[in-house]
Nanobody
Framework: QVQLVESGGGLVQPGGSLRLSCAAS????????MGWYRQAPGKQRDLVAT???????KYADSVKGRFTISRDNAKNTVYLQMNSLKPEDTAVYYC???????????WGQGTQVTVSS
């Protein structure tokens, strides 16, 4: 049974930074593309960044140049460095495979990011 555990969220002022982590257990992590997704209140869950097994990355236009996704296969962990945060980045952030559900129909608990002065 794979588990996804996101951490690192919090309250930050506009222009600030946060680093999110997602630890995966119970699967062969390194062969899967991974993604960070976010869901703001009343909105659908959107993919914001992906990283392939080989380390290639892609970003949503809304975060390009501000967010950086990375992975450490030895630790079964994927990261999201978020800089120059804006109020519109406020959301619950989740990780999953890209596309999602390669390990089953579930999400982790997510981590709340709130950008506010």
């Amino acid at each position: 049974q794979v588990q996804l555990v996101e951490s690192g969220g919090g309250l930050v002022q506009p222009g600030g930074s946060l680093r999110l982590s997602c630890a995966a257990s119970g699967s062969i992590f390194s062969i899967y593309a991974m993604g960070w997704y976010r869901q703001a209140p009343g909105k659908q869950r959107d993919l914001v960044a992906t990283i392939t097994s080989g380390g290639s990355t892609k970003y949503a236009d809304s975060v390009k140049g501000r967010f950086t996704i990375s992975r450490d296969n030895a630790k079964n962990t994927v990261y999201l460095q978020m800089n120059s945060l804006k109020p519109e980045d406020t959301a619950v952030y989740y990780c999953n495979t890209d596309p999602p559900y390669r390990w089953g129909p579930f999400w982790g608990q997510g981590t709340q990011v709130t950008v506010s002065s």
